[in-house]
């Protein structure tokens, strides 16, 4: 039986393929929303918030902010 290697947490990096979450979550049936500045973060939250049903509100990081659980040594 093939081993399953063991994940380190927090992961190294959250990159995924290129899914698009947002247009998965539409596709069944889901409010969603993408927001990639501060800005929108506020009513996309308030919107998914107000939803009556399942809301999605992907969250685009800028990867060169410093992880907030970096690995010590």
């Given at each position: 039986?093939p081993?399953?290697?063991?994940q380190e947490?927090?992961?190294?990096?959250?990159d995924l393929p290129?899914?698009?979450f947002?247009?998965?979550?539409?596709s069944m049936?889901?409010?969603?929303?993408r927001?990639?500045r501060?800005e929108?973060l506020?009513?996309a939250?308030?919107?998914?918030?107000?939803?009556?049903g399942?809301?999605?509100v992907e969250v685009m990081?800028?990867?060169?902010?410093?992880m907030l659980?970096?690995?010590?040594?």
């Open positions: 039986m081993q399953i290697e063991q947490w927090p992961p190294e990096s959250l290129s899914i698009d947002v247009a998965l979550a539409q049936g889901c409010d969603a929303a927001v990639s501060c929108e506020g009513d939250l308030a919107r998914a918030l107000h939803h009556d399942v809301s999605l990081l800028d990867s060169s902010v410093p659980y970096a690995k010590n040594g």
